[in-house]
């Protein structure tokens, strides 16, 4: 377990009216206590990075300390077990990925409801991921590569994060829709995954990759992206879905949630602020660092997206038999 403050001192900027006035607040509104934000991943990782950049917003805006308890394993289950069952006052808070949505498909059996258990506030951002293979594959183009994969044998392989992944959802997504034979690779994280790409251990990986410069230095070659539209950051390539996968789309996402039985105004009081959070230079800065979109919506509309993202891989997590006991 790893926990640090987001923001040292934030508690005594609240007494400090000539210096922060916003903070002021009225004597036992919410908060008046330090707010916990649980990650479901180590520290370092995007989701760690989208989780302090709110919680220093956070700790900012409402002159509370917001302590970072990195809390990884079993693709976001181990954190999702502590946010379930804590109460649900707003002190208790998670960033959460696409696992959430997922792991009811993919887990047998959950310590929590993970539809019922939780309280969503706002999306944060989505990232569209970018069809990546090796240099020695012989494919420029994403047509190329689904006729080398119809024709290869072996199989090509493909790279993921783990069982449940974006990565490994991305990847099936791909394989179903375009009526392809790949073989599944999974890795402990996706760092170690881009890793065995750029070694040449396996074919193909559909990620954000961990810098621009591995595309443009050639130790990847990037041939789409997996988003609905282009992305803004490499407008040279075309979607999955123009390039020949017609209605192809799998992003990676981040979202804030809470534990179930939260209050509506409570709710809103928070969702208002990851608002604002978003703007800001700390949380757009680490988005456009990695090519992704700021998003944050209302709770409504994160519940709904969440929804949406459980339907869509629903048939897909069966038929690549992605279940863990």
């Not at 689904?146 to 290869?152: F, G, N, P, S, Y």
Request: net charge positive; aromatic share 6%.
């Amino acid at each position: 377990m790893k926990r640090s403050s987001f923001l040292r001192g934030a508690a005594a900027l609240a007494i400090a009216p000539s210096v922060a006035p916003a903070i002021v607040r009225a004597q036992g509104a919410y908060p008046d206590k330090q707010i916990r934000m649980v990650i479901p991943f180590a520290a370092g990782g995007t989701t760690d990075l989208m989780a302090r950049a709110v919680g220093q917003h956070f700790a900012q805006a409402w002159g509370q300390p917001v302590v970072a308890d990195n809390r990884a394993g079993a693709n976001g289950v181990v954190a999702g077990e502590i946010v379930a069952k804590a109460p649900g006052d707003g002190y208790t808070l998670s960033v959460v990925a696409m696992g959430h949505a997922i792991n009811p498909l993919i887990y047998k059996k959950l310590p929590y409801d993970g539809v019922n258990d939780f309280t969503p506030i706002s999306l944060l951002a989505t990232f569209p991921q970018l069809v990546l293979v090796h240099p020695s594959v012989k494919a420029n183009t994403l047509p190329e590569l689904i006729q080398l994969a119809k024709t290869a044998s072996p199989p090509l392989t493909y790279a993921s994060g783990g069982n449940g992944s974006s990565q490994h959802l991305a990847g099936a997504l791909f394989a179903h829709m375009a009526k392809l034979n790949l073989t599944h690779v999974a890795y402990k994280g996706g760092n170690p995954a881009q890793l065995d790409l750029m070694a040449g251990n396996v074919n193909m990986m559909i990620t954000q990759p961990n810098s621009k410069d591995l595309i443009t230095t050639g130790k990847m070659r990037a041939l789409a992206v997996s988003s609905a539209k282009r992305s803004q950051y490499y407008p040279e390539l075309p979607t999955v879905a123009e390039a020949g996968v017609p209605g192809y789309e799998s992003v990676a996402w981040y979202g804030l949630l809470g534990p179930k039985g939260m209050p509506p105004d409570l709710v809103k009081k928070i969702a208002d602020e990851t608002v604002k959070a978003c703007a800001g230079e700390g949380a757009r800065s680490i988005v456009a660092g990695q090519g992704g979109d700021m998003v944050a919506g209302t709770p409504a509309q994160f519940a709904d997206f969440i929804a949406a993202e459980r339907k869509r891989y629903e048939a897909i997590v069966r038929e690549a038999n992605m279940t863990v006991d």
